[in-house]
């Protein structure tokens, strides 16, 4: 097999996971970053198979999710440290419809890995605020996002080459593949919300979304499971939580503001009347598509330009399954799935 040589831009969940499958074929790497995440950094790094809104899984569960679990673990043993961690997160029920749909999931044979059959424990669950009933879900976990981030790059760099920089659009020659000179089998871009700047890509219908989060300290607050309703609150360790997260569509500035943490501190008081303090506020910018999809693909004129995108909410579990699909589109020329491709926003 010959060696190719692939430049990615962007070290957000997209560009490690592709960069550590492009290596792992046997092709060199090299990763452009910033530095200056509007996305993956910041976020919570919460893995929760189910939208609970109808109780239904999340799109492909059942491939994104043991793929997810795989790749987390063993590349953890690979950087010699941990960045996954299991835990249960506990749905409080908003109403006794939505308590239906789950007492009529949980008997599907498709949900019996993802739901926990709701028995008299969850019924009076008395550790946060219990209206309709709990149910725990199971197979979810979290990322923590700087420790991933930091070790991936850390792991690429050992093994590869990683630079931090602002990507200069204007020495990449499209027809050639190449930047600052060098010549590449592929360059491929994974920039988030910053693919509006892009010469090549900028078309391609990004709808950012702003999300706020805290972190919050509490002594009283059950570290044992993340509880979820109208917004998480997950334990990350030492009487800490993260607790997000809000949601402002179309817009580009990532921008503290009262409002949004007002709001979540509401939304936490929603779940429980225990005392806490407010010792972070974060905010970030979610590459999120309107159809609720990620965006793969080639250029249709430049076939040395690729786009790998708009993960949105989930993108730390999408991410590894979907960056291995990229990776073979781009080895190998495989068929990319309809609906995250480049192809379903051609005219």
């Given at each position: ?68 679990i795989d790749f987390y673990?063993?590349w953890e043993q690979a ?269």
């Amino acid at each position: 097999m010959t060696q190719q040589k692939f430049l990615i831009v962007g070290a957000g969940v997209a560009g490690i996971t592709l960069a550590k499958h492009l290596i792992d074929a046997g092709h060199h790497i090299t990763l452009v970053d910033s530095g200056n995440n509007r996305s993956s950094a910041v976020a919570a790094g919460l893995i929760n198979p189910m939208v609970f809104r109808r109780m239904t899984k999340s799109w492909r569960l059942d491939e994104f999710s043991p793929f997810a679990i795989d790749f987390y673990t063993n590349w953890e043993q690979a950087c010699n440290t941990q960045f996954y961690h299991p835990i249960t997160i506990r749905r409080m029920f908003s109403s006794e419809q939505e308590r239906g749909y789950w007492l009529k999931k949980q008997s599907n044979p498709d949900y019996q890995d993802y739901l926990t059959e709701v028995n008299e424990e969850d019924e009076t669950y008395s550790l946060a605020k219990n209206d309709f009933g709990t149910g725990r879900v199971k197979r979810s976990s979290f990322i923590s996002p700087k420790e991933f981030l930091a070790k991936g790059k850390e792991w690429i760099e050992q093994n590869n080459t990683v630079r931090q920089e602002q990507v200069d659009y204007s020495v990449i020659d499209p027809e050639s593949g190449t930047y600052k000179g060098v010549n590449y089998d592929g360059i491929v871009f994974c920039e988030g919300v910053e693919i509006r700047h892009n010469p090549w890509f900028n078309h391609v219908p990004i709808n950012p979304t702003k999300g706020e989060t805290l972190t919050i300290e509490s002594s009283s607050i059950t570290e044992t499971e993340s509880l979820n309703r109208k917004c998480f609150i997950l334990p990350i360790g030492d009487g800490k939580f993260r607790v997000g997260a809000t949601y402002v569509w179309e817009t580009y500035e990532d921008e503290l503001t009262e409002e949004g943490k007002n709001d979540l501190i509401e939304k936490i008081q929603v779940l429980t009347d225990e005392p806490f303090e407010v010792i972070g506020h974060h905010a970030g910018i979610r590459p999120t598509m309107l159809d609720r999809r990620p965006i793969l693909g080639r250029h249709p004129d430049y076939p040395s330009l690729y786009v790998y995108n708009g993960l949105g909410t989930k993108g730390y579990m999408l991410a590894p399954l979907l960056s291995k699909e990229m990776a073979d589109f781009i080895l190998h020329e495989t068929e990319v799935d309809k609906e995250v491709s480049l192809g379903r926003f051609s005219k």
